[in-house]
């Protein structure tokens, strides 16, 4: 068994502050991952995989991933749901990992719905 080196602390230290800071509800954005067992079948662990390393990439501090179970539209999976405070939810579809990176840089980065990939924005209203 290898010896736990400061660096290794301080990935765990940083990644627990991480989890903190999540369960006190300072996230900015949540993303969750529809991963029933349509979802999976259709390609969203590649997406869930696809936003983890963007989210290391990013060194992002304040976003929440997470999964959940199937959104009951099975024909369009993958699909993903961006939830921000103050903002109607915005559910993706037909997703790919190269979509859910678009995705990433164009609304949880950079703050705009990424239209050509959006289904609906809040319960009831379609783009």
Known sequence: MSKIKPEDL?????????????REGSCRVK??????TCGIAAGARNVMKALMDEIEKAESKDILLTISSCAGLCSSEPMITIEEKDKPAVKYVELTAEKAKAIFAGHV???KIVNEYALAAGSERTL
């Open 109 to 111: 980065l950079g703050g």
């Open 10 to 22: 301080d990935k765990i230290g940083e990644k627990i502050k991480r989890t903190m800071l999540l």
């Open 31 to 36: 993303i969750i991952v529809h991963m029933g």
